[in-house]
């Protein structure tokens, strides 16, 4: 279940804060590396850089300021990080002759994605001199027996390089790129999704009901995701208004159908998938990466809810699953953020959670059964009636965690020029979320080896035992905005995971580096 947001920016300062909180390390390694002269910086300075270079590398994909530009958010954003220009750090165009150097990776993706040159003001590479840069670096053994690979223009779309453009493989991760798009447009970027308590009339039974929020937290602080303590605090309050301090209470997983545990069987990269967990079912107390999950996510939500009503004075009965009628009656909601900033979390963390229940939305959006078969139909669907190019391509799931799933490099390329489009300003996130290297997400440990490339690649990975993917864009030396896509395996001879990596990380490197006119 989803409800129209109607005051999106509410979400914006945790999301700043998560990302000021995640850059911070990159900015000191970066600055140190490429400052000219001796300059120490203060704790309160860095802060400020890394919250600079955050905000400008989340708003610097929005040429069209991005879908929540109703609310003033991305202008916003672009406005703070700009007035804190002269205190270090990023310099958005106004570095002075005394202060330290920018981060290496600040004005060109400024540039890039945000600016002038991303409309086709500079030439696009030449095709012929772009394969010379790319053929060889593609034939790196590292890389396994299969590579396909393509090179869009962002500005007019058009394929600036292709090996085995058409040639479906299995995509590993970078397959949450085709979930955002088709969760982006069918169910739309300013919806939430809402977790409801209801009463039941006549009766003493609330309802617990779940919709798909895997980002809903019992935590203390919650970090600006919906909380499960507010819902309990509201749900009391609401009881006592109506006289009752002992209840019958009862969950409701009823939205999504079918299989829980994914095909792969249980693991730790991705909980049961049920319409009601907390915290994405993880034992732990990480918001990211691996972890023990709970066997059953939501009935554990449902005893913590039962825990939280109890310290507010209502005493519940031991909850077991049930269904609320069309005749129950509201006690309280809480809402996830918007499904923009569910999709940026899903790409930067590559969050399998998240995928999986934003495949269930779309299955839903879409009229099919909200259940790993019905969310990869319904993704498919998505895309075919945009008029993607999805000829070989198939869907088992929403996360890539299925090596059944088989993508092209072409539809890849397709999507991520879509999300370019400034005509498309509710599919940004796509960008805005893709892991920034050097800085954030799954590209945070990569690419310390070559500055150049810091904050100039952002991409989606995607790994299995035997498959290596990136995906994303790529400013080159001449301010090119570039979409690319490399996808290559060996499942009979699985190359080495780092090896196939760094070289995957090279040929973005180089494709940055081209001015290949």
């Known amino acids: ?113 945000g600016g002038s040159t991303s409309n086709g003001s500079v030439p696009a590479p030449a095709e012929k001199a772009l394969a010379d840069v790319l053929d060889p670096l593609l034939k790196d053994p590292a890389l396994g027996a299969e590579r396909t690979a393509v090179v869009v223009d962002v500005a007019t779309g058009k394929r600036l390089y292709g090996k085995g453009a058409g040639e479906a493989q299995t995509p590993a991760s970078t397959t949450k790129i085709a979930t955002a798009v088709a969760a982006l447009s069918a169910v739309g970027a300013d919806q939430r999704i809402t977790t409801r308590a209801v009463l039941e009339p006549d009766t003493k039974e609330v309802v617990l009901v779940g919709a798909g929020d895997p980002t809903l937290s019992a935590r203390e602080d919650a970090k600006g995701w919906a909380s499960l303590r507010t819902l309990a605090d509201e749900t009391a309050t609401a009881l006592k208004a109506r006289h009752l301090s002992q209840v019958t209470l009862s969950y409701d997983t009823s939205l999504y159908s079918g299989a829980t545990v994914h095909p792969i069987g249980a693991n730790p990269n991705l909980a049961p998938v049920t319409a009601l967990m907390v915290d994405e079912g993880r034992t732990d107390d990480s918001d990211s990466g691996t972890a023990t999950r709970s066997e059953d996510p939501a009935g554990d939500a449902a005893r913590e809810f039962a825990k939280l009503l109890q310290a507010k004075g209502i005493k519940t009965t031991s909850p077991g699953p049930s269904k609320a009628t069309g005749r129950s009656q509201a006690l309280a909601s809480v809402s996830s953020p918007p499904l923009s900033t569910l999709v940026e979390r899903m790409l930067t963390n590559s969050d399998n959670d998240i995928a999986e229940a934003l495949a269930r939305q779309v299955a839903l959006a879409t009229g099919q059964r909200a259940s790993f078969e019905g969310g990869a139909r319904g993704i498919g669907l998505q895309l075919t009636k945009l008029g993607f190019p999805v000829s070989g391509v198939k869907f088992a799931d929403g996360s890539g965690l299925n090596r059944a799933d ?27 979320g893709l892991p ?30 035997g498959v290596n993917t990136l995906a994303g864009t790529v400013v080159d030396t001449d301010g090119r905005l570039l979409a690319f896509a490399f996808l290559t395996s060996d499942e009979a001879r699985p190359p080495e995971p780092k090896a196939a990596q760094a070289a995957l990380d090279r040929t973005a490197t180089a494709l940055a580096g081209c001015g290949c006119r």
């Open 1 to 113: 279940m989803v409800v129209p947001e109607v005051r999106v920016w509410r979400a914006a300062r945790p999301h700043v804060v998560r990302l000021a909180s995640s850059v911070k390390p990159h900015v000191a390694r970066i600055t140190q590396a490429v400052r000219p002269r001796p300059v120490k910086f203060t704790t309160p300075q860095l802060t400020v850089v890394a919250a600079t270079v955050g905000l400008a590398l989340a708003a610097g994909a929005v040429a069209a300021a991005g879908p929540w530009d109703s609310s003033g958010q991305r202008t916003a954003e672009r406005d703070w990080a700009a007035s804190r220009a002269g205190e270090g750090g990023t310099d958005h165009g106004l570095t002075s002759a005394t202060g330290p150097r920018p981060a290496p990776s600040a004005a060109t993706v400024l540039t890039g994605l």
């Open 406 to 432: 088989k993508l092209t490099a072409d539809l890849l390329t397709a999507l991520l020029a879509k999300a370019g489009d400034p005509a498309h300003p509710e599919l940004r996130p796509v960008l805005t």
């Open 436 to 465: 920034i290297a050097g800085f954030t997400g799954t590209l945070s440990d990569r690419y310390a080896t070559d500055a150049s490339a810091t904050g100039v690649v952002r991409a989606k990975t995607g790994t299995l035992t």
